[in-house]
């Protein structure tokens, strides 16, 4: 009998890349219903059958409590913590994130936020709509300034590479400290959470890539940010928005503790409509975007954890459902 796998999933060409790859397994696709529908009878009866799923967290989570034949789920995303919400009890299923593919696109938006805001970008395209010609005071040389990067881990250590590549110096958070076997040749300076005050102080930029985790969830909020001072930081946010509330960001660049933010994650998404973010100063807003999956590599990244399945092998990235990572 063919093994079975299915796919639940808004990634555009999985199935086709999928089976191209990998041809001993009959690949069943179940189409997402469009934003306004919702899922079919004969839909559900036929995620029920699956014994391993390839899907992204926000379509499955709903009836991820239906699935009782599950075994594995492959998550087409980096961060899976909303799943949770969703389990009645210990998980009787293997989850697995997608890791290894987001390090270049995340990069790739945060060197160009950082050159944005030191050529000053934003205001050159104020006065092209004004039809101004003036010139702005003073840029810094990207290899005078320091970015600290919170979560120096797989795609932390991409971006503390592509920094270095510019010349910046970098730092990054980590929860414990590392041997030095396991450090990157492209983090200049690790810190742990004791010491994260310090991190704050030098850097020029602060990057948080961090999950969602019991010790992230208002790390920087309150008046943690006042250690931006010394430097007037710049956040650019490409984790998770729970790592500050709202009232402590709008406050840290109220107290200009720091200079701006990007950000790309956010406490409630879709950030509704009359929010304060989207009319503040200082403030740049996009839809998390800055790490979309390519399906070419999502698809790698399965089949190549599908055969460790069938194998009877370890699984590569294995969520951990306390940690949140």
């Known amino acids: 009998m ?62 991820l409590a239906r699935l009782k034949n599950l ?34 696109e995340i990069s790739e938006y945060i060197i160009a936020q950082i050159i944005i805001h030191e050529r000053h970008f934003h205001c050159y395209w104020q006065q092209q709509n004004d039809k101004i010609w003036q010139q702005q005071p003073s840029i810094r040389s990207l290899q005078n300034l320091t970015v600290g990067i919170l979560g120096a881990g797989n795609i932390g250590c991409y971006v503390a590479k592509v920094a270095k590549a510019v010349g910046m110096t970098t730092w990054g958070l980590v929860r414990r400290n590392l041997p030095l076997h396991e450090r990157s040749p492209f983090i200049d300076q690790y ?31 309150g008046n943690v940010l006042r250690a931006c001072q010394k430097k007037k930081s710049f956040l650019i946010n490409v984790g998770r928005g729970e790592i500050i509330d709202d009232n402590s960001l709008v406050n840290a660049i109220k107290n200009e503790w720091i200079s701006g933010a990007v950000l790309d994650v956010f406490n409630n998404e879709p950030l509704p409509a009359d929010h304060i973010f989207w009319t503040m100063p200082k403030m740049t807003i996009t839809p998390h975007i800055s790490g979309i999956g390519k399906p070419s590599r999502i698809a790698e990244i399965f089949v190549k954890n599908l055969k460790l399945y069938y194998a009877n092998e370890k699984l590569e990235y294995v969520f951990n459902w306390e940690e949140n990572y």
């Open 2 to 63: 063919k093994r079975v796998v299915h796919i639940f999933s808004r990634v555009q060409g999985l199935k086709e890349i999928i089976a191209s790859l990998y041809k001993d397994v009959e690949f069943r696709e179940v189409h997402p219903p469009s934003e306004s529908q919702f899922l079919t009878a004969n839909q559900i009866s036929e995620l029920e059958r699956a014994e391993v799923l390839l899907s992204d967290p926000a379509l499955v989570g709903p009836v």
């Open 71 to 104: 075994k594995w789920m492959q998550s087409t995303w980096a961060g899976n913590d909303s799943l949770k919400a969703y389990l009645t009890g210990e998980p009787t299923f293997t989850m697995t994130r997608m890791a290894d593919i987001f390090g270049d």
């Open 191 to 221: 810190r742990t959470q004791d010491d994260l005050e310090e991190l704050l102080s030098e850097s020029d930029y602060i990057c948080n890539i961090l999950p969602k985790t019991a010790k992230t969830i208002n790390l920087l909020s």
